[in-house]
């Protein structure tokens, strides 16, 4: 029998009408259609290769897929808002068609786009790098379209995060940070928030190890936990190989993080993941 867990996180959010489940961790897989992405940039430049990469993450089982267009490299180049939602909407048109019980997340700090995905394709989830820093409108237009909203922390923007970070104690500091955010967030009605602590925006490699090793203590908050560090410069700069060479290395990080209570892996590699969890949950029957 499993063990009762001191704090008890949420075991689903509603998404948009469809029931996600969080039981059982799970897989969001990642569809960057940006060219400027630090590891997949331009591989999806054709609507077939959009299409392709759609039907093989639905195939490896992602229970969500969370689709951006605009890069969170650090220095990654702003684009406008109209960019951003011309790169998204073709590729919004073939998931509406195809994604059945997959929910569809969007990637994107902008509410305007927030408003657009949700209403128009039927996007269930907002994933916002900036916590609704970068729009003063998107926390309130998460309490209108009424869908479930990821909050990340990040020191900076993506043009200047990785300019020096610092900080006392960086464990107390996102903490702090979740707290504020979350009050301002409840004060409009949202309640089914997902928490993300940012691995790589904002942060050293010894920062991001830090957080790894006490994400557990994120659980106090009872919400669920997302991880995303999916063939990051963590893993490949640390290793001193390439973000084509850090699968191995992810899987790794994916393993530590279940182990610490991530209920979400947002990952480039979903079957990789789900076999992750998959042995990661057998041992739990035994514990």
């Not at 068609?97 to 569809?104: A, D, E, Q």
Request: aromatic residues 8%; hydrophobic residues 40%; contains cysteine.
């Amino acid at each position: 029998m499993m063990k009762p867990e001191v704090f008890q996180k949420k075991k689903s959010i509603n998404c948009n009408g469809k029931l996600l489940n969080l039981e059982k961790p799970l897989v969001m897989g990642i569809l960057n259609l940006s060219p400027d992405s630090f590891f997949d940039g331009g591989k999806y430049s054709n609507i077939e290769k959009v299409e392709a990469k759609i039907d093989e993450m639905i195939s490896q089982g992602a229970v969500i897929i969370d689709i951006g267009a605009y890069s969170s490299r650090p220095g990654a180049k702003n684009i406008s808002q109209k960019e951003e939602l011309e790169r998204l909407e073709p590729a919004l048109e073939i998931v509406l068609k195809k994604s059945g019980s997959t929910l569809i997340s969007i990637d994107t700090f902008r509410s305007e786009i927030a408003q657009i995905a949700v209403q128009n394709y039927g996007v269930s989830i907002i994933n916002d790098i900036s916590g609704g820093s970068m729009d003063k409108n998107m926390i309130s237009t998460i309490a209108k379209i009424n869908v479930p909203y990821v909050l990340m922390h990040m020191k900076g923007t993506p043009q200047n995060m990785q300019s020096n970070p610092v900080y006392e104690n960086i464990i107390e500091e996102i903490i702090h940070y979740f707290s504020l955010k979350l009050e301002a967030l409840r004060k409009f009605g949202i309640h089914d928030v997902i928490l993300d602590p940012g691995f790589g925006f904002g942060k050293t490699i010894d920062h991001n190890y830090g957080i790894l090793a006490r994400l557990q203590d994120f659980r106090i908050f009872e919400l669920p936990i997302l991880a995303g560090f999916s063939r990051k410069s963590m893993i490949y700069k640390f290793l001193n190989s390439t973000p084509d060479e850090a699968l191995n290395g992810t899987t790794v990080l994916n393993t530590l993080a279940l182990q610490k209570g991530a209920d979400i892996l947002r990952v480039h590699d979903v079957a990789e993941a789900n076999q992750a969890i998959d042995l990661f949950w057998k041992t739990r029957e035994f514990e």
